[in-house]
C-alpha cells in the first residue's frame, strides 16, 4: 500500500473512539435486556462488530498490527438482519441439487407415469433424459421427489432452504420471470443447508474416535499379555518351592531321610 493510501493516524484514534462508545452501547443494552432475543442487544452487537472491524482494518493499513478480536465474516455466517421485526408475508428458497446417476431407471419412470396418462398418448416424451424429468417433475411434487430421489434414478447434492421475511405479500405474477433475483441474505429469518461437506466432518470425527478405540483394544492386549506371563512366573515359583521342599528331606550326608515307620 503506498503512504498515499494509507489512514491517518487521527482516523485510527478515532476508528479506535468508537469501538469504545460501541462496547458501552453494548453493554447498556446488554444490562437493560429485555428478553432472550432483544433487538436492542442484536443491535449492539452488530455496531460492535462493524466498529472493531473497521478499526482493525485501518490499524493494519496504518502500523501493520491487527487487535486479538475475532470478527465473523460473511463466510461464516449470515450478514445482519435487517428486515421487519413482525413480517406480513415470508418467501420460501430452495434449491436441490441432483446428478443423473441412473438414466435407464429415471426414464423407465417417465414410461410409467406416461403410460398412465391417457392424454399425453403418442408424445413418447420418456425417451431422453431431458423428456423424463420434465415428466417426473411436472407429476410429481418437489417434496415427493426429494423423498423418492432413488427411485428415480436420482442421487442427492447439496440443498438449502432460506426463509425470508417481505413487508407485504408480492403481487401474483410479480416475480416469476425472475423468481431468485430479489432474494436479500439481510433478509433471511433463517436457513437450512444440508451438505457432504457436513458429512465428511462427522465422518472424520468418527474416525478418529475408531482410532481411539483400536489404540484402546491394543493397551487391553497388551494388559492381558503381561497379566498371562505374571502367572507363569507364579506358577514357576511354585514348582521351585516344590523341588526345594523335596530337596529339604535329606540328612546331613545329603543322604534321603527314611521315613519313620509308625509303631
Given at each position: 500500500?503506498?503512504?498515499?493510501?494509507?489512514?491517518?493516524?487521527?482516523?485510527?484514534?478515532?476508528?479506535?473512539?468508537?469501538?469504545?462508545?460501541?462496547?458501552?452501547?453494548?453493554?447498556?443494552?446488554?444490562?437493560?435486556?429485555?428478553?432472550?432475543?432483544?433487538?436492542?442487544?442484536?443491535?449492539?452487537?452488530?455496531?460492535?462488530?462493524?466498529?472493531?472491524?473497521?478499526?482493525?482494518?485501518?490499524?493494519?493499513?496504518?502500523?501493520?498490527?491487527?487487535?486479538?478480536?475475532?470478527?465473523?465474516?460473511?463466510?461464516?455466517?449470515?450478514?445482519?438482519?435487517?428486515?421487519?421485526?413482525?413480517?406480513?408475508?415470508?418467501?420460501?428458497?430452495?434449491?436441490?441439487?441432483?446428478?443423473?446417476?441412473?438414466?435407464?431407471r429415471l426414464m423407465a419412470q417417465?414410461?410409467?407415469?406416461?403410460?398412465?396418462?391417457?392424454?399425453?398418448?403418442?408424445?413418447?416424451?420418456?425417451?431422453?433424459?431431458?423428456?423424463?424429468?420434465?415428466?417426473?417433475?411436472?407429476?410429481?411434487?418437489?417434496?415427493?421427489?426429494?423423498?423418492?430421489?432413488?427411485?428415480?434414478?436420482?442421487?442427492?447434492?447439496?440443498?438449502?432452504?432460506?426463509?425470508?421475511?417481505?413487508?407485504?405479500?408480492?403481487?401474483?405474477?410479480?416475480?416469476?420471470?425472475?423468481?431468485?433475483?430479489?432474494?436479500?441474505?439481510?433478509?433471511?429469518?433463517?436457513?437450512?443447508?444440508?451438505?457432504?461437506?457436513?458429512?465428511?466432518?462427522?465422518?472424520?470425527?468418527?474416525?478418529?474416535?475408531?482410532?481411539?478405540?483400536?489404540?484402546?483394544?491394543?493397551?487391553?492386549?497388551?494388559?492381558?499379555?503381561?497379566?498371562?506371563?505374571?502367572?507363569?512366573?507364579?506358577?514357576?515359583?511354585?514348582?521351585?518351592?516344590?523341588?526345594?521342599?523335596?530337596?529339604?528331606?535329606?540328612?546331613?550326608?545329603?543322604?534321603?531321610?527314611?521315613?519313620?515307620?509308625?509303631?
Amino acid at each position: 500500500m503506498s503512504d498515499a493510501a494509507q489512514p491517518t493516524a487521527a482516523e485510527v484514534r478515532a476508528a479506535a473512539e468508537a469501538v469504545k462508545t460501541a462496547l458501552d452501547r453494548h453493554l447498556a443494552a446488554v444490562e437493560r435486556r429485555s428478553g432472550e432475543d432483544d433487538p436492542a442487544v442484536y443491535d449492539a452487537f452488530n455496531q460492535l462488530a462493524a466498529a472493531a472491524e473497521a478499526y482493525d482494518e485501518l490499524l493494519y493499513d496504518r502500523y501493520d498490527e491487527v487487535t486479538p478480536f475475532e470478527i465473523p465474516g460473511a463466510d461464516d455466517s449470515l450478514p445482519p438482519y435487517t428486515g421487519p421485526d413482525e413480517p406480513n408475508a415470508l418467501s420460501v428458497l430452495i434449491r436441490r441439487d441432483y446428478a443423473v446417476a441412473e438414466p435407464q431407471r429415471l426414464m423407465a419412470q417417465a414410461r410409467r407415469v406416461e403410460a398412465a396418462d391417457d392424454e399425453g398418448a403418442g408424445i413418447e416424451a420418456s425417451g431422453t433424459v431431458h423428456g423424463a424429468l420434465g415428466l417426473l417433475f411436472g407429476e410429481f411434487e418437489a417434496d415427493e421427489i426429494a423423498s423418492r430421489h432413488k427411485e428415480f434414478g436420482l442421487e442427492e447434492g447439496d440443498s438449502t432452504l432460506w426463509v425470508t421475511a417481505a413487508d407485504e405479500a408480492a403481487e401474483p405474477g410479480e416475480w416469476l420471470e425472475a423468481p431468485f433475483e430479489q432474494a436479500d441474505p439481510q433478509r433471511v429469518v433463517c436457513r437450512f443447508d444440508v451438505s457432504a461437506v457436513f458429512d465428511d466432518e462427522f465422518d472424520d470425527g468418527l474416525e478418529d474416535d475408531e482410532d481411539d478405540d483400536e489404540a484402546g483394544a491394543g493397551d487391553v492386549e497388551e494388559l492381558e499379555e503381561l497379566e498371562e506371563l505374571e502367572e507363569l512366573e507364579e506358577d514357576l515359583d511354585t514348582d521351585l518351592d516344590e523341588d526345594v521342599d523335596e530337596d529339604d528331606d535329606r540328612d546331613e550326608d545329603g543322604e534321603p531321610v527314611r521315613p519313620e515307620a509308625n509303631r
